[in-house]
């Protein structure tokens, strides 16, 4: 079976790239020889306010803040009306448990878009 090929997208400021030699070498002590011949990440800098929209598998990630300020961050996780938890463990700390089987949904898992 041949592997998927791998993408990394880095979102970055342009002043860091040590970082990036970190991971990249991090990452690949779990990655096949054939995985590591297909890694090569890609380095995507952002202007302040912007934002990457990517799949929940693709590897990502950024640089470290070196200014006095906090960097603020917002994830939306989405997904298919429908879809059954797999576990009966919290999927984020601080918010309960969907129970496996159940469907997905109530407060941290509403329903975005009803289709018609």
Partial sequence: MVSPPLQ???CISTSA?????????????????????????????????????HHPLL?????????ERQRRAFVLN???????SDANT????????????QEMGGKFFPLLLESK
Avoid: R, W
């Fill in 78 to 84: 989405v997904f298919k009306d429908g879809v059954k």
């Fill in 8 to 10: 990394t997208l880095f």
């Fill in 59 to 67: 590897m990502h990630g950024s640089y470290e803040n070196k200014t």
């Fill in 90 to 101: 919290s999927l984020l700390n601080g918010v309960p448990a969907i129970p496996q089987g």
């Fill in 17 to 53: 790239c040590k970082l990036l030699l970190y991971v990249d070498s991090e990452v690949k002590k779990f990655l096949t020889e054939e995985q590591i011949a297909q890694f090569k990440p890609i380095a995507i800098p952002l202007k302040k306010g912007y934002a990457t929209f």
